[in-house]
Nanobody, 121 residues
Framework: QVQLVESGGGLVQTGESLSLSCTAS????????MGWYRQAPGKQRELVAS???????NYAASAEGRFTVSIDNAKNTMYLQMNSLKPEDTAVYLC???????????????WGQGTLVLVSS
């Protein structure tokens, strides 16, 4: 069973930085793609940033220029460096990892439990 464990959340003030980590129980280069999602109270889960094997990162418009996603396969860990944080970044941040089969029915999706980021104004 694949496990994803996030860490690094906390309370920061507007304009400060925070770095999140997601450590997998298996080799991260087994995944086709990984990403960070967030869910704020009363809102739908949204993709923040993703990175695919052999590809570059992709960011939501709200994260572009402020957040950086990266993977260290030697440590089986994905990171999200968040700079210039705003109160609207407050949410539970969840790690996601996927393996893709020849058809969607063979895809596998894995989620962490989430880590809370609180940005005070």
């Amino acid at each position: 069973q694949v496990q994803l464990v996030e860490s690094g959340g906390g309370l920061v003030q507007t304009g400060e930085s925070l770095s999140l980590s997601c450590t997998a129980s298996t080799r991260t280069d087994n995944f086709n793609d990984m990403g960070w999602y967030r869910q704020a109270p009363g809102k739908q889960r949204e993709l923040v940033a993703s990175i695919s094997r052999g590809g570059g990162p992709n960011y939501a418009a709200s994260a572009e220029g402020r957040f950086t996603v990266s993977i260290d396969n030697a440590k089986n860990t994905m990171y999200l460096q968040m700079n210039s944080l705003k109160p609207e970044d407050t949410a539970v941040y969840l790690c996601n990892a996927n393996t893709r089969g020849l058809s969607p029915k063979y895809d596998r999706h894995y989620w962490g439990q989430g880590t809370l980021v609180l940005v005070s104004s």
